[in-house]
């Protein structure tokens, strides 16, 4: 690793850090607008970049050597999504006929 | 350095390294943990096995004349919760798992061995945390929970219990993180993942449920804790809450729960069913897969345990669909292990026996869940004895024969003591019978219409009940005689050599029983698993590994 | 992984590491270990917190209007500010890890103090807010009241107490659980701080500091989705 590479990670831990801020800025902004259903599609978005954004570069998912780490995060939110989505399922239906 | 194969006791292994209360309460080898296990579990069953009795004696007559409604109600919840949360789920993995896997794979230890301890210590506090709660009045819920009985109505110890399965809960989540840590990093050079014996694939997967399901299960206890002592109306109707979204939260984790129980006892079957057929595993690729399709469906299925319940009928076609699917895979290991059979050279010895027994059993316990699959059958027989039926085929003809077949394979590497053949394969005929006479009227029961968690029953039930209660009669004695020969044979069994059976796999290449650390020398592993034309051809061709 | 035998390993010229555990063969070995380990336990917890957004989602999308109203009266300045305490406490933390790779044992020290002083801000406005919602009688139980407050955008209609008292049942189970799990990851820099301070953290060697950043980002991220599904579901005028 050359001296070069020793700032960048400040460089990087502080630009997440600024647009983590940003992006809690903008979703209470955003929040107070008027934007019916896509209110929560919006604050749900910018959440994710934002757990996406510590996940990567504050947890080092980005650096990691091997595709394992990563593995295990998107099998775990795959089964996640799987116990919201199923039982979704059954509550969005109830009503049908 | 090759150790002489000298009685045990004139060479030092993993049991005789250390002596003392405190060199087995504070060990970290994975071998004694094992065996602190084996004797938790053991006593754990017996308690369950308990409860059964005294169910299937009230059982006997037709009226409720042994006990009182809500006594039988505690002793059906009782025995459930003991035998699913402190006996099956821990069983396979927690035993067998931690002595065998780091072996398997040619590692000294699991990647974790203060966790592991740390594992066996929450099952404790949560054992004795259960045990309190059933000698204080206990639970009467079933061991399903349902809200809102259990939340707003009962006035059972929920929350004791709770608790006690929330620690025992992390016992397991522990150990399978330990497993998949252990797998991932801690093989042997040479051990490539096409290398593993499917007894690892098996362990693989049921590691991934445990992780990821019990957390589910966790939190929904903390939520019944939390409505029955706040009051807080999430599952209740009268607050607003809905009684189904607990039974969604619990099923996610118990239905792939019934997987964590059977796919090491299936890991057990192809390594019995390879070597006493001195065949490699018909199919090695698609038996492997098969164990991890059965972790990733398990998690799609679970309502359908609420086709009757309430939920939209599109939800139960989608999940009857999937219910349908999750039995490929394992027919898929059926089919494979049959295969193997084929034009092997088949021994019977008593582990063998028991891999028959499973295969027979399991498969119609498997098939019956087809038909509980189907919404059509599932209206009519759901909450009759056709599920109760269906599922002690597959966790006790399935899970506890692999469990039973499995001690009596590696006893000789665990002990260092040679069972008593003869009794060995009278026992697994013992149980074989029992058990089938135990269970098959039950799905003639269920069929009939006999409802389940009942005490009383109409008169012309009584004959089918009768059989039931002779054949756990049986079935118990089945259970007491490999209980008192392996004691037996800790003393007065012959010695075992390093490999009794000539079986493939790296732990065979340990003394019986192995010192602390396993290998002397970390093994370098250059051929495929089960390589038994390698074993067993004239001249023995497999690379030497020192010890 | 090299043919590396206990031997080797403990003969090794440079000298293992006294933190080097004796069924592991390398360093790297027990690293890569403990790393994976601490993912799959946050991938246990990423389970355990998503039964509760399973549950909150159901009846937030049930209850709609009641939830939006139970939503507006906690207090969402509270609760971006403590958004934004967590973000700055996450970037401490991952200056602390940089500060032990890079031997600045004075920014090391320091940056784990600020994270913890951080957590302990976030608890305190907790704390605030939890208060608050005690004196409106908003805490589910024998004295809760949720009477006559309007749903948002509908003046004319009033809120169902009982459901709004779910909202609140979720929000003091759901941000409880997350406030525990805060004060367990205080508890572990303290002991991370001791760690630091008697010099235990090199460059070659400073795996728990990893692991408990690695959790504390965790319960990090929680909020950062506690945050918007909680108090921002209906915030227009």
């Given at each position: 690793m050359s001296d070069h590479t020793k700032s960048s990670p400040l460089k990087m831990y502080f630009s997440v850090w600024a647009a983590l801020l940003v992006g809690t800025f903008i979703t209470y902004k955003a929040a107070f607008i008027e934007l019916g259903r896509f209110n929560a599609g919006v604050a749900l978005i910018i959440a994710t970049v934002k757990a996406l954004l510590v996940a990567l570069f504050f947890m080092?998912?980005?650096?990691?050597?091997?595709?394992?780490?990563?593995?295990?995060?998107?099998?775990?939110?795959?089964?996640?999504?799987?116990?919201?989505?199923?039982?979704?399922?059954?509550?969005?239906?109830?009503a049908w006929h | 350095m090759p150790m002489p194969n000298g009685p045990q006791g004139e060479r030092e292994n993993y049991l005789n390294k250390e002596y003392g209360a405190g060199s087995w309460l504070l060990t970290t080898d994975h071998k004694r943990i094992a065996l602190l296990y084996l004797m938790s579990i053991t006593f754990f069953f017996f308690i369950g096995g308990f409860f059964a009795l005294l169910i299937r004696l009230e059982l006997l007559t037709p009226a409720g004349d042994l006990v009182q409604a809500d006594t039988y109600n505690k002793l059906f919840t009782m025995h459930g919760m003991v035998m699913v949360f402190f006996f099956l789920i821990p069983s396979i993995p927690a035993v067998?798992?931690?002595?065998?896997?780091?072996?398997?794979?040619?590692?000294?230890?699991?990647a974790f061995p203060r966790i592991n301890l740390l594992s066996w210590y929450l099952y404790i506090i949560g054992g004795v945390m259960m045990l309190h709660c059933m000698l204080t009045g206990g639970v009467d819920t079933g061991w399903t929970f349902y809200t809102p009985f259990s939340t707003a109505f009962t006035n059972t110890k929920i929350v004791e219990a709770g608790l006690a399965i929330f620690v025992a809960?992390?016992?397991?989540?522990?150990?399978?993180?330990?497993?998949?840590?252990?797998?991932?990093?801690?093989?042997?050079?040479?051990?490539?993942?096409?290398?593993?014996?499917?007894?690892?694939?098996?362990?693989?997967?049921?590691?991934?449920?445990?992780?990821?399901?019990?957390?589910?299960?966790?939190?929904?206890?903390?939520?019944?804790?939390?409505?029955?002592?706040?009051?807080?109306?999430?599952?209740?109707?009268?607050?607003?809450?809905?009684?189904?979204?607990?039974?969604?939260?619990?099923?996610?984790?118990?239905?792939?729960?019934?997987?964590?129980?059977?796919?090491?006892?299936?890991?057990?079957?192809?390594?019995?069913?390879?070597?006493?057929s001195r065949k490699r595993i018909f199919g090695y690729s698609f038996v492997a897969l098969s164990s991890i399709a059965i972790a990733v469906f398990g998690f799609l299925v679970w309502a359908h345990h609420m086709f009757v319940a309430g939920i939209s009928v599109y939800?139960?076609?989608?999940?009857?669909?999937?219910?349908?699917?999750?039995?490929?895979?394992?027919?898929?290991?059926?089919?494979?292990?049959?295969?193997?059979?084929?034009?092997?050279?088949?021994?019977?010895?008593?582990?063998?026996?028991?891999a028959f027994g499973f295969l027979g059993l399991f498969t119609i316990g498997g098939l019956t869940g087809l038909f509980l699959a189907c919404l059509g059958i599932d209206v009519h027989v759901t909450d009759t004895y056709f599920v109760v039926a269906h599922f002690h085929y597959i966790m006790v003809g399935g899970a506890l024969m692999g469990y039973l077949g499995g001690m009596h394979f590696w006893w000789p590497k665990i002990s260092g003591r040679l069972y008593p053949e003869g009794w060995a394969r009278l026992a697994a005929l013992i149980v074989f019978i029992g058990f089938n006479l135990t269970f098959f009227p039950q799905f003639i029961l269920g069929y009939v219409g006999m409802p389940r968690r009942y005490y009383q029953y109409p008169p012309e039930f009584q004959v089918l009940n009768v059989l039931s209660t002779a054949g756990a009669t049986v079935l118990g004695v089945g259970y007491l005689l490999p209980m008192i020969y392996f004691l037996w044979s800790m003393r007065y069994g012959k010695p075992a050599p390093d490999n009794p059976w000539n079986a493939a796999g790296l732990e065979w290449k340990t003394p019986s029983p192995p010192t602390t650390y396993n290998f002397e020398q970390e093994p370098v592993v250059t051929w495929e698993a089960y390589n038994y034309e390698e074993l067993d051809a004239p001249h023995k061709e497999e690379v030497p590994v020192a010890r | 992984m090299h043919d590396s035998t206990v031997a080797a390993a403990?003969?090794?010229?440079?000298?293992?590491?006294?933190?080097?555990?004796?069924?592991?063969?390398?360093?790297?070995?027990?690293?890569?270990?403990?790393?994976?380990?601490?993912?799959?336990?946050?991938?246990?917890?990423?389970?355990?917190?998503?039964?509760?957004?399973?549950?909150?989602?159901i009846y937030r999308r049930w209850y709609f209007d009641d939830f939006a109203a139970a939503s507006?009266?906690?207090?969402?300045?509270?609760?971006?500010?403590?958004?934004?305490?967590?973000?700055?406490?996450?970037?401490?933390?991952?200056?602390?890890?940089?500060?032990?790779?890079?031997?600045?044992?004075?920014?090391?020290?320091?940056?784990?103090?600020?994270?913890?002083?951080?957590?302990?801000?976030?608890?305190?406005?907790?704390?605030?807010?939890?208060?608050?919602?005690?004196?409106?009688?908003?805490?589910?139980?024998?004295?809760?009241?949720?009477?006559?407050?309007?749903?948002?955008?509908?003046?004319?209609?009033?809120?169902?107490?009982?459901?709004?008292q779910?909202?609140?049942?979720?929000?003091?189970?759901?941000?409880?659980?997350?406030?525990?799990?805060?004060?367990?990851?205080?508890?572990?820099?303290?002991?991370?701080?001791?760690?630091?301070?008697?010099?235990?953290?090199?460059?070659?060697?400073?795996?728990?500091?990893e692991m408990g950043g690695l959790y504390w980002h965790f319960v990090d991220i929680v909020w950062i989705y506690l945050f918007p599904l909680l108090y921002l579901i209906d915030r227009h005028p």
């Open positions: 080092h998912l980005k650096g990691a050597s091997e595709k394992l780490l990563k593995m295990v995060v998107i099998s775990t939110v795959f089964f996640l999504f799987i116990l919201l989505v199923l039982s979704m399922a059954d509550y969005g239906t109830r | 067998l798992g931690n002595f065998l896997v780091p072996m398997m794979i040619g590692a000294r230890d699991l809960g992390f016992s397991s989540i522990l150990t399978g993180l330990n497993f998949v840590v252990t797998i991932h990093r801690m093989r042997a050079p040479g051990m490539t993942w096409s290398r593993l014996p499917l007894f690892i694939w098996a362990h693989y997967a049921t590691s991934i449920i445990q992780i990821l399901g019990t957390p589910v299960v966790a939190i929904t206890i903390v939520l019944v804790a939390a409505e029955r002592t706040l009051h807080l109306g999430i599952f209740d109707p009268k607050l607003g809450g809905d009684p189904l979204l607990f039974q969604h939260l619990f099923w996610f984790y118990s239905h792939p729960a019934v997987y964590i129980m059977i796919l090491p006892s299936m890991g057990i079957v192809s390594e019995i069913i390879a070597c006493f939800a139960a076609l989608v999940f009857s669909l999937l219910s349908y699917a999750v039995a490929v895979p394992s027919a898929v290991k059926v089919f494979n292990w049959t295969a193997t059979l084929y034009k092997g050279s088949i021994r019977y010895d008593a582990p063998m026996l028991y | 403990h003969g090794n010229a440079h000298g293992h590491n006294p933190a080097l555990l004796h069924h592991f063969a390398t360093e790297e070995q027990q690293r890569n270990s403990a790393s994976l380990g601490m993912w799959i336990f946050l991938a246990t917890e990423v389970m355990f917190f998503g039964g509760l957004f399973c549950a909150y989602l507006k009266s906690i207090n969402a300045t509270l609760g971006a500010t403590n958004t934004a305490v967590l973000i700055c406490s996450s970037l401490t933390v991952v200056l602390a890890i940089w500060a032990a790779q890079t031997s600045r044992r004075a920014l090391l020290i320091g940056s784990l103090v600020l994270t913890m002083l951080f957590g302990l801000t976030f608890l305190g406005i907790k704390g605030i807010e939890y208060k608050d919602k005690f004196e409106e009688h908003h805490v589910p139980g024998a004295s809760f009241s949720f009477d006559r407050v309007p749903i948002p955008g509908h003046a004319d209609q009033f809120a169902n107490p009982r459901h709004a779910i909202f609140f049942a979720l929000y003091f189970v759901m941000t409880g659980l997350h406030a525990l799990h805060m004060i367990i990851g205080l508890g572990l820099f303290t002991w991370l701080l001791m760690m630091a301070w008697k010099g235990r953290f090199t460059p070659e060697y400073h795996t728990p500091l």
